[in-house]
């Protein structure tokens, strides 16, 4: 009973890891957007070159696009950074480990068995954490229905948590 109290526990955080990790990707996102996009055709519908209400059509439908939760540009990119950041966090344990054990070092692989003992273990994570039945969209109206301020110290904590992952990787690559 414990341990799948603790589970929960651990789901639970990794599935706000990943929607702090989306919230800053959306913003990041309609950021770039706004200023490569929005910014040039508002100065050209203010001369008088491009309809504006056309134009505030296409601007919402772009951004609501853009941020979907079920598939769009960000969803894959914070996917992409969730199978990073397990997979720098692997990494790293697997450096310590050799440390530790030498002849359990995975130095002696070649490139293609590395990603594939890599694979074998970040992926089963990420899908059973979030994607299996897409938990993960549960979890997402639950977490929007909290308060902006504490979604956005959760999208800082995962920033600072895939900093940290890579910074502990580096450390752990100059100590072996």
Request: charged letters at 15%.
């Amino acid at each position: 009973m414990y341990a799948v109290f603790q589970m929960k526990k651990i789901t639970y955080i990794w599935t706000r890891l990943y929607y702090g990790l989306f919230l800053y990707h959306s913003w990041t996102q309609i950021l770039f957007h706004k200023a490569l996009w929005v910014i040039p055709i508002r100065f050209l519908c203010k001369l008088g070159i491009l309809n504006k209400e056309r134009f505030d059509g296409l601007n919402k439908e772009v951004a609501r696009s853009l941020t979907d939760e079920r598939i769009s540009i960000v969803i894959l990119i914070t996917d992409a950074t969730m199978l990073a950041f397990t997979a720098l966090i692997v990494f790293t344990i697997a450096n310590l480990i050799s440390l530790l054990i030498p002849c359990a070092s995975l130095a002696h692989l070649n490139r293609f068995e590395f990603i594939l003992v890599t694979s074998i273990l970040i992926v089963p994570i990420n899908y059973y954490a979030l994607w299996r039945k897409d938990k993960y969209l549960e979890r997402f109206k639950e977490f929007r229905k909290s308060s902006s301020l504490r979604n956005w110290i959760w999208a800082i904590i995962s920033i600072s948590a895939v900093i940290l992952a890579l910074l502990l990787f580096i450390l752990s690559l100059h100590l072996m």
